[in-house]
């Protein structure tokens, strides 16, 4: 599965984005869908995670109530929305498939190669 992720940029504080993230393939429904991302100097973190069937959704503390993940498995397509960015959501944020799922970017199969998001103070 290859994935492609855009719609980063630069923002002010308060603001909004929304990231996409394209599969390549039908099987797309066939995997969970996450969100992680890394900013300088940092580890790869997760973001949120959205399950392949159910839809359902987990998110980080630092993130929840702020951003929202959504999926179209018409479109093989994932979404991150974003509210209320704040400057330590600065990073490269990235989109990845797992057919597992979980929080640990261990579990996760495939990964596209990123975006960046800087939000000014």
């Known amino acids: 599965v290859q994935l492609q992720a855009s719609g980063g940029g630069l923002v002010q504080a308060g603001g909004s984005l929304r990231l996409s993230c394209a599969a390549s393939?039908?099987?797309?429904?066939?995997?969970?869908m996450g969100w992680f991302r890394q900013a300088p100097g940092k580890e790869r973190e997760f973001v949120a995670r959205i399950r392949r069937s159910s839809g359902s959704t987990y998110y980080t503390g630092s993130v929840k109530g702020r951003f929202t993940i959504s999926r179209d498995n018409a479109k093989n397509t994932v979404y991150l929305q974003m509210n209320s960015l704040k400057p330590e959501d600065t990073a490269v944020y990235y989109c990845a498939a797992s057919r597992l799922g979980g929080v640990t970017p261990q579990l996760y199969d495939y990964w596209g190669p990123g975006t960046l998001v800087t939000v000014s103070s």
């Open positions: 393939e039908s099987t797309f429904s066939n995997y969970d």
